[in-house]
């Protein structure tokens, strides 16, 4: 895993923004509820996520982080 | 692994109260980002307006302060004017900036007061339910235009950028938006431009950014994200309007 993002799962707000927006495709809608009523986004193909950002971009409610595995570009 | 992108330090660790997917949490992450590489959080006052954005006091991690409906800029005229020190900007919507408070908007501009306006335009009334705003687009469906808006009926919809350009006072103007990473990265960009021109002394700018309201407009956020940049956008172009810099 060279990167990955960490979402707050209660802050989600299930608008899928940032699924629409990832450009590997990795992530995808929760099949539980969060206590808002929300699906919440989560990072399915680990793998895949390069940490380009253009998720956290997207979240309009700021629940997204991204990191990097420093020395690996 | 290291930590790269997260929440800005000029914006509090709350949840926000906006509906799914709109475009105002982006803006406000965008200006606290601002805030924040420019080193000027202790010193900002900005002035929240009526619209959706009420409670963007609970959400800045800098001082902000309530105005009336539409009157941000003259609350904030009087806050740089006894505080010259201060970095002051008002964030309004359409209805805020344009319909109720025209008259402040017009005069703070044309007074070129050295503030900075965040313009949010979503081309509706998003807290009251979803009404026609100065901005509503010819034949945009909303709850007081139900067949559309109707240019005979309602007139045209107002181009602020423009209209503002033609005064003295008007010194940096820009139209973007936030439908995509792309023009995010430009409306950062802008709003910075914008925040240094008054830092430099250099007067009046307004950024207007073309946002998003789902709930308003009826619409998924996946859809919303699409009409801004297919039908939105077409009629309220993007790019710097006035640059007097
Ligand atoms: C003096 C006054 N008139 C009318 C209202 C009712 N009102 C509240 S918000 C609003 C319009 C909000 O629309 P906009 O400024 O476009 O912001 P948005 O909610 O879309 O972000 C109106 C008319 C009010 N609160 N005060
Ligand atoms: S950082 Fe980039 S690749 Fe990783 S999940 Fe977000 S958008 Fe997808
Ligand atoms: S963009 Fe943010 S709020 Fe929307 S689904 Fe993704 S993590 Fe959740
Ligand atoms: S009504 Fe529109 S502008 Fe207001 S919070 Fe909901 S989506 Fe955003």
């Avoid at chain 1, 495709?25 to 895949?48: P, R, T």
């Avoid at chain 2, 945009?140 to 950028?161: A, H, M, W």
């Avoid at chain 2, 009826?218 to 006035?242: A, H, N, Q, T, Y």
Wanted: net charge positive; hydrophobic share 35%; with cysteine.
């Amino acid at each position: 895993m060279k990167a990955t993002i960490r979402v707050n799962s209660e802050r989600c707000k299930g608008c899928g923004l940032c699924i629409e927006f990832c450009p590997r495709q990795c992530i995808f809608f929760s099949k539980q509820f969060n206590k808002s009523g929300y699906h919440w986004a989560v990072l399915e193909k680990e793998n895949d996520c390069t940490g380009c950002g253009l998720c956290f971009m997207m979240c309009p409610d700021i629940c997204i982080e991204t990191y990097k595995n420093k020395g690996i570009r | 692994m290291g930590k790269m992108l997260s929440r800005p330090k000029s914006l509090k660790n709350v949840a926000l109260s906006y509906c799914p997917g709109c475009g105002h949490g982006i803006v406000h992450r965008i200006i606290a980002e601002c805030i924040d590489e420019l080193s000027i959080r202790e010193k900002t006052i900005a002035v929240a307006p009526v619209g959706c954005a009420v409670f963007a006091y609970d959400y800045f991690n800098f001082d902000v302060t309530e105005a009336p409906h539409g009157r941000p800029p003259a609350v904030a005229t009087g806050i740089k004017r006894t505080n010259p020190d201060k970095f002051v900007f008002t964030y309004q919507g359409d209805g805020d900036i344009a319909a109720i408070g025209m008259a402040e908007t017009m005069h703070a501009a044309n007074r070129g007061e050295n503030i900075s306006i965040i313009f949010v335009n979503n081309a509706n009334y998003g807290m009251t339910g979803g009404q026609m705003a100065p901005t509503t687009l010819i034949g945009q469906v909303t709850d007081t235009t139900p067949f559309g808006r109707n240019s005979k009926k309602e007139g045209y919809p107002i181009k602020l950028c423009e209209l503002l350009s033609v005064l003295e006072g008007s010194i940096y103007l820009e139209r973007v938006s936030i439908h995509n990473p792309k023009n995010i990265i430009n409306t950062r960009k802008a709003i910075k431009k914008a925040f240094q021109c008054q830092i430099d002394g250099k007067g009046f700018s307004m950024i207007e950014v073309i946002s998003n309201c789902p709930v308003g407009w009826s619409m998924s956020p996946l859809e919303s994200i699409k009409w801004v940049k297919e039908v939105f956008i077409k009629s309220f172009p993007l790019g710097v309007v006035c640059d007097k810099r």
